[in-house]
């Protein structure tokens, strides 16, 4: 990691020898997870003509911690948005919008430091296609909705920027109402903080047969297959020692649990999606595609925000909104830790043209 970027490099797989048309992809990890995860998708990049690079978010190894200032904002929202939701998103949009300059800053420093081949769209090759995996989301949407405002350097990221990817978000990621009639967690046994995310991503990394996705009342919601396990179960000690960070997901006040605390009753991973959908004519941002891929085996939450996210941008369309090119990939058979179960899948998902 450079000595002036906050966010972590963690891997790189290197350029495929000989060519000057490969895609740089880089991949940002989700709520107490690392970017370890991806590293099954390595071995693929090359085959590929793509360059994969792993960085881990603030708060997990590698990365600058948030200071006491940045953790007193995300407090004070938290806090406010109990009585004043407007005053809580006046702190947050700032904030987030930092969180998407700092991934911008460290776009132009793969550009500036490793000379990467310029987008050819037209080719589908080159430049660079962005993603978040699940939580990982909000700095995608953080990203797309403020790049325009970020000044430009010596590097013209518009030249290589060529697609940003939301990969399997929750409903919450995107500010997307939730999956109605969902069973209530209430009567069930109360599980101890200092489980509770180990447990939850058991439960997230399981496989669910839903029915139809345009059918909310068949999604599985509770009760995942037999087999295949979860693929938490197939993780070596060294692996899941790795991969799995729980603490900014310690609702105990660690960093990522506290934005999604704060975050969710005041609407503002909403307000992040709807800018992010914006085309920005004139800003030379317009020509970055939005792609969503989603796995059909994840939980309930990840699917509902498929179908939701999907209708709403028909819904634009239709009424003439000017939206910057929106895709959507569906892998079928994946649960929600797709990088991980069928790591090549993954990775011809993000590349594939639509």
């Known amino acids: ?3 002036t970027l906050p966010l972590g490099i963690i891997a790189d797989s290197g350029a495929p020898e000989g060519s000057t048309d490969y895609t740089t992809v880089v991949l940002f990890h989700g709520f107490a997870w690392t970017s370890d995860g991806f590293r099954k998708m390595l071995p ?6 793509a360059r994969i690079f792993l960085v881990n978010r603030r708060d997990y190894p590698g990365t600058t911690p948030y200071s006491i200032e940045e953790r007193a904002e995300v407090f004070a929202a938290a806090v406010q948005g109990r009585t004043d939701a407007e ?5 947050l949009l700032p904030w987030m919008k930092e969180r998407g300059r700092e991934v911008h800053d460290l776009l132009v420093h793969i550009v500036s430091q490793h000379k990467i081949p310029v987008a050819r769209p037209e080719n589908n090759a080159g430049g660079i296609v962005v993603a978040g995996w699940s939580f990982g989301t909000t700095l995608m949407s953080a ?5 325009d405002s970020f000044p ?6 518009r030249k290589y920027l060529r697609r940003v990817v939301f990969l399997d978000p929750p409903d919450i990621a995107l500010g997307i109402p939730p999956l109605p009639e969902v069973a209530s967690a209430d009567n069930e046994t109360p599980i101890a903080p200092e489980r509770l995310v180990r447990e939850l991503s058991i439960f997230y990394s399981a496989y669910f047969k839903h029915g139809d996705v345009d059918k909310p009342e068949t999604y599985e919601r509770s009760t995942p297959l037999a087999d295949p396990k979860p693929t938490w179960y197939s993780f070596t000690p060294d692996e899941l020692e790795a991969i799995f ?8 006040g660690g960093s990522d649990a506290t934005l999604m605390a704060a975050a969710i009753p005041c609407g503002v991973f909403g307000v992040l999606r709807e800018q992010a959908l914006r085309k920005g004519e004139g800003s030379g941002w317009e020509a970055v595609e939005l792609r969503q891929v989603w796995a059909d085996y994840s939980i309930a ?3 509902w925000c498929a179908r939701e996210f999907r209708a709403e941008v028909d819904k634009q369309t239709k009424a003439g909104a000017k939206l910057r090119n929106v895709s959507f ?7 929600h830790v797709v990088m991980w179960d069928l790591p090549e899948r993954s990775l011809e998902a993000l590349l594939r043209t639509q």
């Open 44 to 49: 693929f990049a090359k085959a590929k003509n």
């Open 301 to 303: 939450p990840m699917v």
């Open 329 to 335: 990939v569906r892998v079928e058979g994946a649960n």
């Open 245 to 252: 960070h729980p603490v900014p997901g310690d609702s105990r």
């Open 143 to 147: 990203l797309l909705a403020n790049v």
């Open 152 to 157: 430009q350097g010596d590097v013209d990221l």
């Open 1 to 3: 990691m450079s000595d």
């Open 87 to 91: 005053e809580a998103r006046k702190i």
